[in-house]
């Protein structure tokens, strides 16, 4: 998480080139993801995206946004198998229905 105001400012301009308004609100000490996201509730109306700055996504987001449309859900989690899931943390899910619940997250060792 980047603290610099600064910094943020610089990140805050362009947007709007792509059809696209953005608002960058501090998080004056870190207190997780959840509340993040509630400072920004009331900044927010109808969907929105978290995309953390350490995310990586193979191709285009936009097909996840029609994923979390059509599912109408209340969030849409990204994950990658990879070959060590305790360097990065583990989902648990509710089994093999879809679509899939992460009913737990194991945080990495």
């Not at 610099?4 to 947007?15: D, P, R, T």
């Not at 927010?44 to 859900?73: E, M, P």
Request: proline share 3%; glycine share 10%; with cysteine.
């Amino acid at each position: 998480m980047c603290t610099s105001k600064g910094f943020i400012h610089l990140l805050s301009g362009g947007w709007s080139r792509f059809g696209l308004s953005v608002r960058y609100l501090l998080q004056e000490r870190p207190l997780g993801i959840a509340h993040a996201v509630s400072l920004a509730e009331r900044h927010v109306s109808g969907l929105f995206l978290v995309y953390l700055g350490d995310n990586l996504l193979q191709g285009d987001v936009a097909q996840y946004l029609r994923r979390f449309a059509d599912f109408r859900a209340d969030a849409l989690v990204l994950l990658k198998e990879v070959d060590d899931p305790t360097r990065f943390g583990v989902a648990v899910f509710n089994g093999d229905a879809e679509p899939s619940w992460v009913i737990h997250l194991l945080q990495q060792n």
